[in-house]
């Protein structure tokens, strides 16, 4: 900041007496004393705020400014307080010096002007690293740099100024990830996902146990490739400590210059995916003509050879292989695709995301073991404060496949796996390759309309009778086929008589016209309920 701006509206009620010609120094901090000779603890750039306790003698005045000249400071100002008005001999002596000198009323106190020092000498501190970042954002735009943990460690240090950068699943690509919890992390994600989704102009603000923090986009820089509602549920966010909107101008474009930054970066790092996807469309497209497993198998090379070309080390093909399939349900065409390689990419760099429309498919080296269709599920949850009312993400989740030839199988599985988890209710929903040997995969594969016809004949009277009379019949029936018939137990899990449980067995059986004591009832009833 400069002298002048002491002056300015909202500034202290600070009076000017002398120097007015020099109010564009640049004041660089603040030193209080009332010592005789306070040149020893110059440095060069201060506003000295004094109470005149050194002046006992008019003489003092010249001695006492004479030493601030020499010292390098840049502005004087005497409080009012103790000893009354500013005297006219510190005033000439100020003049002759060309120091500027400011006059404190007795009703400001030397914090209040040291504190309005200190923010405006912050705001322009973090006006220089606005431009610093700026430049840092042309220069990676320009260079395909990177060091987005180098500028946040530099605005940490400097402006003790946490961020982060998040994925919308809630993975840390920046920032102090152990200052941020993964509950944290999730709640901070959903919170931006559901301001986006609604169109809230950011930042938006989120309040957690550990106070407030703003939430920014990160679009990819426009490329021409994806169009922007595709990039809703992948792209990043910056997430700052604070409440931006309470900052000065200055400082919140510091936050808007990393915000473009962030986007930068993940256009850098898009650029080098697009080969991939490429050859991730190549893989499928071999895949669903059952080409020679050989053909394929030269396509995961070259993938893998992709991805160790910003990392270094040799290509090696996986021991296995297993398939994801997604659709995506009330989403723009592509957003799946999107989201899949956001989140499952996080695993391994060698992921192939391929896919066009509604729907994605993923092929990816498996771990040892598969990937568990929990731990997708777990994955993708955050994405739900994004997916609007009507939207809907479906997974299927293949076995390992041991060789390329295996794939095609892979496929299949996966997508039979992903119209179980179509059949089911909620907004992310999965599943994997161990519920394929359940009738869950026949019922999948039952038209919806003949569905609603089985579980209506079925159920329907009995739904209308509990509603009438509060009977209870419905959760009756399931734990009666829960127990496998047995009277004893399931009275003991409902806590009636066992009379009691003969007398809604018998309603059901009237109401229904099955026999529960029949094997092939009692499989009608449970299919029912499991479509219900």
């Known amino acids: 900041m400069r002298v002048r701006d002491l002056l300015a509206p909202g500034a202290p009620r600070l009076r ?62 005497a409080g009012e307080a103790e000893v009354g008005p500013v005297p006219d001999d510190l005033v000439e ?92 992390r999730d709640q901070l994600v959903r919170a931006h996902l559901a301001a986006q989704r609604r169109r809230h102009r950011p930042p938006h603000r989120a309040r957690l146990a550990a106070g407030a923090y703003s939430l920014l986009p990160a679009p990819a820089e426009p490329s021409g490739e994806v169009p922007q509602p595709e990039r809703l549920l992948a792209d990043w966010m910056l997430a700052v400590a604070g409440d931006v909107t309470e900052w000065t101008p200055k400082r919140q474009q510091l936050a808007d210059n990393l915000a473009r930054l962030v ?12 080969l991939r996807r490429r050859i991730a469309d190549e893989v499928l ?14 396509a995961l090379l070259a993938s893998a050879t992709m991805a160790l070309r910003y990392e270094g080390g040799r290509p090696e093909e996986s021991d296995a292989w297993l398939i994801v399939s997604a659709e995506g349900t009330g989403l723009p065409d592509g957003a799946v695709r999107g989201v899949l390689e956001e989140a499952l990419t996080e695993a391994t760099d060698r992921a192939l995301v391929a896919g066009a429309g509604s729907g994605a498919v993923v092929v990816l080296p ?30 299927g989740v293949s076995a390992p496949a041991t060789e390329a030839g295996g794939l095609r199988g892979a496929l299949e599985e996966a997508r039979h796996a992903r119209r179980i988890a179509a059949a089911r209710v909620g907004r992310v929903c999965v599943a ?101």
């Not at 306790?53 to 008019?58: D, E, G, K």
């Not at 930068?264 to 080098?272: C, F, L, M, S, V």
């Not at 806590?495 to 309603?507: E, Q």
Request: hydrophobic share 40%; charged share 30%; glycine share 10%.
């Open 16 to 77: 000017l007496l002398a120097a007015e010609d020099e109010l564009d120094r640049q004041v660089g901090g603040v030193m209080t004393t009332d010592l005789q000779d306070p040149g020893r603890y110059l440095h060069g750039g201060e506003l000295v705020l004094t109470g005149m306790l050194w002046r006992t003698v008019p003489e003092d005045s010249e001695r006492f400014v004479r030493t601030l000249a020499a010292g390098g400071a840049v502005a004087l100002a």
């Open 285 to 298: 497209g071999l895949l669903q003509r059952d080409a020679d497993p050989a053909e394929i198998s030269r």
């Open 93 to 184: 002596a100020c003049r002759r010096h060309r120091m500027p000198l400011l006059a404190v009323p007795d009703d400001i106190a030397f914090g209040t002007v040291t504190e309005f020092i200190g923010r405006q000498v912050s705001a322009d501190r973090a006006a220089d690293l606005a431009a610093l970042v700026d430049r840092h954002r042309q220069l990676v735009s320009a260079a395909g740099g990177g060091g987005l943990d180098a500028v946040l460690d530099l605005l940490g240090g400097d402006l003790d100024l946490d961020c982060w950068v998040l994925t919308p699943t809630g993975r840390v690509i920046a920032g102090p990830a152990d200052r941020l919890s993964a509950e944290d």
């Open 366 to 395: 498996a771990p040892e073991g598969g990937v568990p269709a929990d731990a997708i599920r777990e994955l993708l949850a955050p994405l739900e404060a994004g997916l609007g009312p009507e939207g809907r993400i479906t997974v």
């Open 432 to 532: 994997g390759p161990e519920e394929l040997a359940s009738h869950v995969l026949l019922l999948a594969a039952v038209p919806d309309e003949v569905r609603r016809a089985f579980r209506s004949r079925l159920l329907d009277k009995v739904i209308a009778y509990d509603l009438e009379h509060q009977a209870d019949l419905v959760r009756t029936l399931e734990a009666f086929l829960r127990s496998d018939g047995s009277w004893t137990r399931c009275a003991a899990q409902l806590h009636v008589h066992v009379n009691t449980l003969r007398y809604r067995i018998g309603r059901i059986e009237e109401l229904t016209g099955r026999d529960l004591s029949r094997l092939e009832d009692r499989v009608d009833f449970y299919l029912a309920l499991e479509l219900a």
């Open 263 to 274: 986007g930068a970066e993940r256009t850098r790092r898009d650029e080098g995916r697009r």
